[in-house]
């Protein structure tokens, strides 16, 4: 039986591959741009994160402050921090984690309340990005010691602050609103293929506990750690530049290492959902994508680009990112090979980005001293729902173990409610969809019958139990997810 259901969780997925989907269509391809100048000069923005309620927080590193946007009121606040604040991470509850660089510290604040500090044992490790992962903590993030050439993680086991009550003034901004077409190219892949018959170098990194911090030591005496990013399975990737690509495996404390191609030097780091690492190339000035199960690397060079920055997925699997000598945001669609680059005003250099729930892409620009978003079009007329008869599920199976899963289904589809489809995945517990689940939902681009798989990842904070799986077909943002299967599944997911 066939079922329309309007689903919150996935209905944001849709959002954003349609975005991407808009963008990708010869009739749609402007985005807006709209700039958000920051009150303090030359403040050098450079962290970004969006919190639940919609505002949108960055860093100032040279400003010495954490500034909040609030989008619907045009308003800016910024509070003053410690020093060089780089990277920050906005919990779930709205309290802010700062990196601070020049304070060698990592600080816990509530925007309007009190804080906490810990400085790191590691004198001038010079904390860059913070990642959320797994670990023993209350709270567990990943962080690149740049220059203390180590991975740590802060797993800090409770958190006090004093809460005073703090306001800081709020700064009237307006936004500067401008239609962007991309440039849109073609590129080749450089394919440099591994030796799946040779297993990666393997090394020994004892790992050091003081505090809430436990710290690696990179054996890459001459090269900076530059980023972090946590896998689907636990493991922490880190780069180094021109040095391998290391994957540190926190429970053994063995690291894993996978050589680039000549030439390469890797910046940004991101691991998608099926395992693979997505890397910024600066040598190249190409995206590249290491396969650790083969060893192969592909590179798709960027059409002018100059310093590839940092990375962002979208649901349907496409690449956003920044190149800050380039002055542009971009989008890359891995399975056409093509770029759609979004020029920005001179003098922009996009740092950081991060998306929205609405698929929207949010970034820093360090010297143009603002915060830029992108985003799609009026819709128009969205199609209308699935025709009852046009898609089956015809056979599936689940393997879950721990907070994985991974979904095989055969479906059959007539292409009578348009091209392409996405096929995603909720899972429930006595009727009620349950929250922290993570699936990017498969494309299908074709009529007929055929085959596609999802990995299915829990990222939730404790044991979960569920008892079914809905899967679920999205054609528009903005339109219902048609129920097409319900699977009973009774699993136990353990983060």
């Given at each position: 039986m066939i079922g329309v259901r309007k689903t919150s969780f996935l209905s944001v997925v849709g959002l954003a591959v349609l975005l991407a989907g808009l963008v990708l269509g010869a009739k749609a391809q402007n985005l807006e741009l709209t700039l958000w100048r920051i009150p303090t000069p030359n403040s050098l923005p450079y962290g970004i994160g969006l919190a639940a309620d919609g505002k949108v927080y960055f860093t100032e590193f040279s400003g010495n402050k954490l500034g909040q946007l609030d989008p619907e009121t045009n308003e800016i606040r910024e509070r003053p921090v410690g020093p060089g604040p780089s990277g920050l991470f906005v919990s779930e509850e709205g309290g802010i984690f700062l990196a601070l660089s020049g304070e060698n510290a990592i600080?816990?604040?509530?925007?309007?309340?009190?804080?906490?500090?810990?400085?790191?044992?590691?004198?001038?490790?010079?904390?860059?990005?913070?990642?959320?992962?797994?670990?023993?903590?209350?709270?567990?993030?990943?962080?690149?010691?740049?220059?203390?050439?180590?991975?740590?993680?802060?797993?800090?086991?409770?958190i006090h602050v004093t809460l005073?009550?703090?306001?800081?003034?709020?700064?009237?901004?307006?936004?500067?609103?401008?239609?962007?077409?991309?440039?849109?190219?073609?590129?080749?892949?450089?394919v440099y293929p591994g030796n799946p018959l040779l297993p990666p170098p393997i090394a020994l990194f004892p790992?050091?506990?003081?505090g809430p911090f436990t710290e690696w030591a990179s054996f890459a005496e001459d090269r900076y750690v530059e980023r972090v990013a946590v896998a689907p399975d636990g493991d922490v990737w880190f780069s180094q530049g021109e040095a391998p690509l290391c994957r540190l495996n926190p429970e053994t404390n063995t690291v894993l290492y996978?050589?680039?191609?000549?030439?390469?030097?890797?910046?940004a780091l991101s691991v998608d959902a099926a395992g693979k690492v997505w890397f910024s190339d600066t040598g190249r000035a190409a995206l590249g994508r290491l396969d650790p199960s083969t060893g192969d690397i592909v590179l798709w060079p960027v059409p002018e680009g100059r310093q590839p920055f940092a990375l962002a997925f979208t649901p349907a699997g496409e690449v956003w990112f920044t190149d800050r000598e380039a002055e542009l945001v971009g989008l890359f669609h891995p399975e056409a090979?093509?770029?759609?680059?979004?020029?920005?005003?001179?003098?922009?250099?996009?740092?950081?980005?991060?998306?929205?729930?609405?698929?929207?892409?949010?970034?820093?620009?360090?010297?143009?001293?603002?915060?830029?978003?992108?985003?799609?079009?009026?819709?128009?007329?969205?199609?209308?729902?699935?025709?009852?008869?046009?898609?089956?599920?015809?056979g599936y199976a689940v393997a879950q173990s721990g907070n994985k899963a991974e979904l095989t289904i055969s479906y059959a589809y007539d292409g009578a409610s348009g091209l392409p489809i996405w096929l995603g995945v909720e899972v429930l517990r006595e009727g009620q969809v349950l929250a922290g689940f993570l699936a990017t939902p498969a494309r299908i681009a074709a009529p007929g019958t055929g085959e596609v798989r999802m990995l299915l990842i829990y990222q939730g904070a404790g044991l979960q139990t569920s008892d079914t799986l809905r899967l679920l077909v999205f054609l528009a943002p903005d339109g219902?997810?048609?129920?097409?299967?319900?699977?009973?599944f009774r699993a136990t997911w353990i983060p």
């Open positions: 600080q816990f604040l509530v925007f309007t309340g009190g804080t906490a500090s810990w400085p790191l044992p590691t004198a001038g490790a010079w904390p860059g990005v913070l990642v959320p992962g797994s670990g023993p903590g209350q709270v567990n993030l990943w962080l690149n010691e740049r220059l203390g050439r180590k991975v740590a993680r802060f797993s800090p086991t409770t005073p009550l703090i306001l800081t003034p709020a700064t009237s901004v307006v936004p500067e609103k401008s239609v962007v077409e991309p440039v849109v190219r073609s590129v080749t892949p450089l790992a050091t506990t003081s996978y050589g680039l191609p000549v030439g390469s030097a890797a910046l090979g093509e770029f759609f680059l979004y020029p920005l005003p001179a003098e922009s250099h996009p740092l950081f980005l991060v998306l929205g729930r609405d698929g929207s892409v949010w970034f820093t620009a360090e010297r143009g001293n603002y915060v830029g978003r992108l985003a799609g079009p009026p819709l128009g007329i969205p199609p209308g729902p699935l025709a009852p008869e046009s898609f089956s599920v015809t219902p997810g048609t129920v097409v299967k319900e699977i009973a």
